[in-house]
């Protein structure tokens, strides 16, 4: 199975700050990352698919980048609404599997 | 608009079985693969199962396989989980999720089932 390992378990930040998140995975995934946003009692968000690509609706302030094995997710401008814990996903091979996620919280 | 509206979970006892369901409404629901995660309380999420549009291709997380089954009925368009030889480990919050075209990940969840087996 390939592992998803993610950087930091939990951040503080401001209001406006910039923000990255780093996953990483056990081998090659190529670009087959998923990236979401969950908040406490609801449902996971889609936020970025296929390591780069910003989902329909999703603020552009969030951006993805990497391939193989290294991967981030960089907030530009922390908002209000953006303290969420957050997720990756490998969906390169069966077993899917999820990072540990990254909470983001309010320093 | 795309719903997705999970059912029939509860509380079962260990080595028990339970049927959870998602209805879904807004798409054509034949044309996608769709897929269950689960949550276990203040854990983080695991895939556990998704299956294809036609009902013709499954996969299972290995800490489920040969105890969990995926199907759907493309008629009710609804996806089924069947969970059989429950244990207290598979206590989670169930969601019932759409597969995005082009990939294996989810662009669409349910609100989620709460299936609780007592250890």
């Known amino acids: 199975d390939i592992q998803m390992t993610q950087s930091p378990s939990t951040l503080s930040a401001s209001v406006g700050d910039r923000v990255i998140i780093t996953c990483r995975a056990s081998?090659?995934?190529?670009?087959?990352l998923a990236w979401y946003q969950q908040k406490p009692g609801k449902a996971p968000k889609l936020l970025i698919y296929?390591?780069?690509s910003l989902e329909s609706g999703v603020p552009s302030r969030f951006s993805g980048s990497g391939s193989g094995t290294e991967f981030t997710l960089t907030i530009s401008s922390l908002q209000p609404d953006d303290f969420a814990t957050y997720y990756c996903q490998q969906y390169n091979s069966y077993p899917l599997t999820f990072g540990g996620g990254t909470k983001v919280e309010i320093k | 608009e795309v719903q997705l509206l999970e059912s029939g979970g509860g509380l079962v006892q260990p080595g028990g079985s339970l049927r959870l369901s998602c209805a879904a409404s807004?798409?054509?629901?034949?044309?996608?693969?769709m897929s269950w995660v689960r949550q276990a309380p203040g854990k983080g999420l695991e895939w556990v199962s998704g299956?294809?549009?036609?009902?013709?291709?499954?996969n299972y997380a290995d800490s489920v396989k040969g105890r969990f089954i995926i199907s759907r009925d493309n008629s009710k368009n609804t996806l089924y989980l069947q969970m059989n030889s429950l244990r207290a480990e598979d206590t989670a919050v169930y969601y019932c999720?759409?597969?995005?075209?082009?990939?294996?990940?989810?662009?669409?969840w349910g609100q989620g089932a709460l299936v609780t087996v007592p250890s």
């Open positions: 296929k390591a780069s």
């Open positions: 807004g798409f054509t629901f034949s044309n996608y693969a």
């Open positions: 299956i294809g549009g036609s009902g013709g291709s499954t």
């Open positions: 999720a759409r597969v995005k075209g082009g990939g294996d990940c989810t662009d669409y």
């Open positions: 081998q090659s995934i190529s670009s087959w």
